[in-house]
């Protein structure tokens, strides 16, 4: 380059000195001047300009003694070197403007390269034009490999032999099929294999050449994962199925043989008669006793596992929260020596029956069960906090330390001994669950003979989750 550069400089100067009067005199260094374009900083034309002006100058002195009018000499080599310089100026412009577009692509080009999706150009005849690093780890081809043939080469069949004819009907009908929406299509690696693609296409228009870029992503992985998820999702149906199955099962089962003891021991008694004595009898009674929480247990343990997985269109009937509240007292079994204090807040709100009923009838049943005394006072309240309301249930019981507060809402879970308390020691841990798959939120704030205070958070917009 350097050695071109110079052989132009000396072939330039060689005319400029041959022909005195300037009739090439400056003009004979423009090929000089532009074998700046070869040399990588475009201000090189700026160097070569001045150099060649700087020889043109000295060349008009070297020929002083030409015949010729120096004034007209003068005149030809100021012209021509205005002439080199308004060349340099635009091959400058030339190059900055070539290297600007050059950086623009290669920016461009490294935003497309950098993509997770593959990005592909094609011309109105679907030839490609562009073809990403992206497309390539996802098809398997190189971009030389690509790039001239038509693009539907990556497309297995039937795509393969509609794609032309779908691109002629777009042509002269103008009709959209694809553009603008993602959809979910078919590709052919390089290898012959068919994978599922995302495929979204837009239309543009440069320079007037109609062009179609396709955003494509290799989807196999979240296909195969959709697929495990519903293979899991009906496993998890098939196994509720059976456990419901299962439970009802149980329970019919189990209580046949209860109620045959039940009914036996009664018997047994009867026939007896006054041959048994005190301690007998107290037995007989224990055993019943333990007959008759057995059934409720096997009561509490099937509704537990139905919670969630049973359509039931109670939960989709409401009523007054005051009407509520009353067949909750009513089915509480509220004993004549304690008091219930309502809020007024009740009459105001309209409440789903289910499963609030079950819920409030297990905190009041709680409250009372596990009271140390025959006159204790309980507490309803309700706040409407916008998008949920908040249930309090307080009463002025012994207390639950606060170690236990997780414990409590756990299944068969009771800080009673099951002979001093009557229950599964379930009704806590329905609550909960009714609770969590409703959006809502049942804690405790309690202490050792302080009384217990229960609090609910509940959406007003009840979803089952």
Known sequence: MFIVSAALLLLGGFFDFITPLGVAAGITYVPFVLSAIWWRSPYTVFTFA??????????????????????????NRVLSTLALWVIAAVVFYQRKTAAALMQNEGRLRTIQDGTAEGIITIDGMGKVETFNLSCERIFG?????????????????????????????????????????????????????????????????????????????????????????QGFVEKLERSNKELDEFAYVASHDLKAPLRVIDNASRWLEEDLGGGL??????NM??????????????D????????????????????????????????????????????????????NRMPLLQIFVNLVTNAIKHHHREDGSISLGVEDNGSELCFTVRDDGPGVSPEFHDRIFKM??????????????????VVAKHADRFGGKITIDSAVGAGSTFRLTWPKQQTPV
């Open 300 to 351: 509490d343990l099937l509704e537990y596992s139905r919670i969630g997985r049973k359509e039931d269109e109670r939960y989709s009937k409401t009523q007054p929260g005051s009407a509520l509240i009353e067949d909750v007292l009513l089915l509480a079994g509220k004993p004549d020596g304690f008091t219930v204090n309502v809020s007024p807040g009740f009459a105001d709100i309209q409440l």
């Open 285 to 298: 009674q224990l055993l019943r006793s333990r007959v008759a929480r057995m059934e409720r247990l096997l």
């Open 141 to 229: 081809f190189s971009q030389e490999e690509v790039i001239g043939r038509n693009v539907k080469m990556l497309m297995p069949e039937p795509y393969h032999s509609e794609h032309d004819g779908y691109l002629c009907r777009y042509r002269r009908t103008g009709v959209k099929r694809v553009f603008g929406i993602g959809r979910e299509v078919q590709g052919r690696r390089k290898d012959g294999s068919v994978f599922p693609l995302d495929l979204s296409v837009s239309e543009v228009d440069v320079n007037g050449e109609r062009l179609f870029i396709g955003m494509v992503r290799d989807i196999t992985d979240r296909i195969a994962k959709e697929r495990e998820r």
């Open 412 to 429: 068969f879970q009771t800080l009673k001994s099951r002979d001093q308390v009557e229950g599964s020691g379930m009704g806590l841990a």
């Open 277 to 282: 004595d005190d301690e007998s009898r107290e």
């Open 50 to 75: 001045a150099l060649a002006t700087l020889i043109t100058t000295a060349a008009y002195f070297a020929i002083a003694g030409t015949a010729a009018e120096m004034w007209m000499v003068l005149t």
